[in-house]
Every structure is written in structure tokens, then in C-alpha cells.
């Protein structure tokens, strides 16, 4: 067997793509680095289903309700993180999070608002002795990002570690963002040719317009409002909601695909990105010297994120429709589309030993164990001298309770009431009551 330099886990969460495509990049950093990695994702470490339950919920009130999430958002916001039922949730994870962890685990890393609330608990209980580092996977930084016992929270840009310590962050580095290697600026001739791969006109200037992996927001307005500006073709990418490329080809926007395996081509096609969340696709555009404009933003971390890059000085956010044209000019053409090329490329460390992952490692080598702290073999073991009946009751009341104050409650607002009746009945899997938790005494991640 080949020596390794440790053992890292990562957790992150399968809401969307941002998340789990931070993780994989650390993971596939860290793996060049010697490192064995492993890599969990906290919804399937909820109890009884939950996580279906979250991520479902999630995506319906962001197509059918986003008033709903902005309310949340903001009264989450205001209220310094999430209310009782959410921390009810993330407490009938830590039994589940804890027995994941490979003994020889040396640090753990989140991608993740959520796994970063439970790994700081279980630092704070004296469960975990690892050194636990959350990466900062938004611009905007919302206060359930920061959790007490977490040790380092990385950060992609000064705008980002003032959030962070202002939200109460004791210890933030900035090391800057990461994106897949092949997220480069183009060169040569690798425009025309992949203009020519998609299909694309040689010559007319494209906007690349993206709305994340579901095709969430206004895109279909958005779309024929880039058409009709006369400034740019659109080339819309929808992600996995192939019905709204269909509609869109139906509405005459001729550039329109749903999931595309190559990213980094398309945008050496295109002139300019216009997205509405500010996560990961905006990072890759940095790295691909693409410049970026906030538009119509998705509520909640979208409007964020939008105002964080803005004030970062890495995107645009244009918030009257009067303006797109001119902006968008300027983007392509002008001096406003050179300075954040080269204020996005600038966010990119190019010296060795530097970085997010660079950072994680050091911890991993020097982070001292907390004083009190048991390692994560003997907690299990206690973990486990519980009874089995004591651990299904709590389980069950807790999901229960949660389900009923958080999932429900926002499902409510986004789904009619058969509608309602189909996702409680789907999403809970009550097998994992009557098999007495059997996740959380066999879970295992996926391995690097």
C-alpha cells in the first residue's frame, strides 16, 4: 500500500452543485498532495430520510415560493443563524458525522453551513479532536457559514473574511477560491474553436447566461431580455431542468442546452457571463477571465452574493433593466470588462504553497488536538455504550419534531396540499426507525 501524508475528511451537501464541487476540488488537491480523503455528504447522514426531505424542500420553494426563502434567509440572518428546529436537525447528525470519521482522521473540512454547525458541536462537546476547517464557499457570508469550535474559516477575498469575522469568526485566512484546473483564460484559437464545437456564431458577441445546476430565478425572462437588447446573443445553460431549455427553444432563444459536461469550452466561447447566484460557476468564470454580471438574482444568498462581488470588485450587479445594455457593452467591449478580468484573475494564488488546500494540510501537520478532546475512536465507543432503544427514541422525536417545524413549514408555502401529503410520504423513510438506526452504525463515505 502506497504511504500517504494523513487523512482528511470533507463534508458537504448535494443542494444544488456549488457545494460538492468545492469538496471535489479540495479533494482532488489535497489526493495530488498525498493525502487519503475522504468525503461525506451530511443530508445522507440525517436520520429517517431527512436529507431527501431538505433537499427536495429546498429546491421546491426556490421554483415556487422564493418569497419564502428570502424570509427565511433574512430572519435567519437577523436572528445570527438558524432557530431551535434547525438546530435540532443538525444535533440528530452528530452521532452519524462522528461515527463516519476514519480513526485516523488528522483534519476535517466543510463545504457546508450545515456540517460546519455540527462539526463545531461536536468540537465543543469534547467529541472531536481533529482541527476542523470550514471553506467559504460563498462571497456573502450568512452566520450559519460560522460555528463555534470550528478552528480556521478560509476565505476567497477580504470582502468575504470581514464577513466572516464580523459574523463572529475567531480565526480567518484568506487563501483565495478554488475551480477545477480547467478553468484557465483562453488562448490562441481555442475561441473560434469552441464557437465552432457548439455551434455558435463566429462573430456576434455572447452572453453566457447560467442559473446553477436546478435552472432556478427568472431565466426565461432574463433570456429574452439579453436577446432583445441587441448587445448580445444568449447561450443559456440550464443545468439538469431540461424543460426549461425546451421552453426556452420554443421561445426562439436557438442557443439553449441543459446539462453541459464542458464548461471551461463554453466559456472560451463566450464574451461575457450573466448569472444569478453567485456561486461556483461565478468562480470558475474568474478563473476563466470571463467578466461576470449579477442579474435578476434568485432571493437570499443570491442577493448576497450579488452585493458582495459588487463590492469586491470581481462582478457587476446591474439592478435596473435600463442599464443591461450599456453594461453589458462595457463588459464585452470596454474598460469596465478588462479592470474585473483582471481584479477576478488576481483572487487566484499561482505560487506553491499557497491556497485553500496548502492551508488544510498545514493544519493537518501542526494542528494540536483540543485539551479535553477525545479521539474520535474512543468517542464512538461511548457513543455506542448507549442504548439502542434510548438512541431510536431521540431519533425519532427529533426528526419528527424538525420535520414537522422546518421542512413542513416551508413545504407549506410551495406546495399545494396533495402535493404536500406526496413529499412527507416520499421523503421520510421511517425503515431507519424500525432498523434502529442503521446508518449510524455503518455509514460509510466515498473514498479518494
Given at each position: 500500500m502506497t504511504p500517504h501524508a494523513g487523512r482528511i475528511a470533507i463534508f458537504s451537501a448535494s443542494v444544488g452543485a456549488g457545494h460538492d464541487g468545492a469538496a471535489a476540488e479540495l479533494t482532488r488537491r489535497l489526493t495530488a498532495d498525498g493525502f487519503a480523503v475522504d468525503r461525506h455528504d451530511l443530508l445522507d447522514l440525517l436520520p429517517a430520510g431527512l436529507g431527501r426531505a431538505v433537499r427536495t424542500g429546498y429546491h421546491r420553494m426556490l421554483v415556487r415560493a422564493p418569497w419564502a426563502y428570502q424570509r427565511i434567509y433574512s430572519s435567519s440572518e437577523r436572528a445570527g443563524g438558524g432557530g431551535p428546529a434547525a438546530r435540532a436537525l443538525l444535533r440528530a447528525a452528530e452521532h452519524r458525522v462522528l461515527h463516519a470519521l476514519h480513526p485516523d482522521t488528522g483534519a476535517v473540512v466543510s463545504t457546508y453551513p450545515g456540517s460546519s454547525q455540527v462539526l463545531g458541536g461536536l468540537c465543543q462537546s469534547g467529541r472531536l479532536a481533529a482541527p476542523v476547517l470550514t471553506y467559504l464557499t460563498d462571497f456573502s457570508v450568512h452566520p450559519l457559514w460560522v460555528a463555534e469550535g470550528v478552528d480556521v474559516h478560509l476565505a476567497a477575498h477580504p470582502v468575504t473574511a470581514a464577513q466572516a469575522r464580523a459574523a463572529g469568526a475567531r480565526t480567518v485566512r484568506m487563501c483565495g477560491p478554488v475551480t477545477d484546473p480547467r478553468f484557465r483564460p483562453r488562448a490562441g484559437t481555442e475561441r473560434e474553436r469552441a464557437r465552432d464545437r457548439f455551434g455558435l456564431p463566429e462573430k456576434a458577441p455572447l452572453a453566457l447566461l447560467v442559473a446553477g445546476s436546478w435552472g432556478v430565478g427568472p431565466v426565461r425572462q432574463v433570456a429574452l431580455e439579453l436577446r432583445d437588447s441587441g448587445a448580445v446573443v444568449p447561450v443559456v445553460v440550464c443545468g439538469r431542468n431540461e424543460?426549461?431549455?425546451a421552453r426556452l427553444r420554443a421561445d426562439g432563444i436557438e442557443y439553449a442546452y441543459g446539462w453541459v459536461d464542458d464548461m471551461p469550452a463554453l466559456m472560451h466561447a463566450a464574451d461575457v457571463l450573466v448569472q444569478n447566484a453567485g456561486g461556483l460557476t461565478s468562480l470558475e468564470a474568474f478563473a476563466a477571465g470571463l467578466p461576470v454580471a449579477s442579474y435578476r438574482c434568485i432571493p437570499g444568498h443570491g442577493l448576497t452574493n450579488a452585493a458582495a462581488l459588487h463590492e469586491a470588485g470581481v462582478a457587476v450587479w446591474?439592478?435596473?433593466?435600463?442599464?443591461?445594455?450599456?453594461?453589458?457593452?462595457?463588459?464585452?467591449?470596454?474598460?469596465?470588462?478588462?479592470r474585473q478580468r483582471e481584479a477576478a484573475l488576481g483572487l487566484f494564488t499561482r505560487t506553491p504553497g499557497q491556497g485553500p488546500a496548502a492551508?488544510?494540510?498545514?493544519?493537518?501537520?501542526?494542528?494540536?488536538?483540543?485539551?479535553g478532546s477525545r479521539p474520535a475512536a474512543q468517542a464512538r465507543s461511548i457513543a455506542r455504550?448507549?442504548?439502542a432503544p434510548r438512541r431510536l427514541a431521540a431519533t425519532a422525536a427529533v426528526a419528527c419534531a424538525v420535520w414537522a417545524c422546518a421542512v413542513v413549514t416551508g413545504g407549506a408555502t410551495a406546495l399545494d396540499g396533495p402535493g404536500l401529503?406526496?413529499?412527507?410520504?416520499?421523503?421520510?423513510?421511517?425503515?431507519?426507525f424500525r432498523h434502529g438506526d442503521s446508518h449510524g452504525n455503518g455509514t460509510e463515505g466515498h473514498h479518494s
Open positions: 424543460a426549461l431549455a446591474i439592478r435596473d433593466p435600463a442599464e443591461l445594455k450599456t453594461v453589458l457593452t462595457d463588459l464585452v467591449d470596454g474598460s469596465l470588462g478588462a492551508e488544510i494540510a498545514r493544519r493537518h501537520r501542526y494542528g494540536p488536538a483540543r485539551a455504550a448507549r442504548s401529503v406526496r413529499t412527507v410520504g416520499h421523503s421520510l423513510d421511517l425503515d431507519d
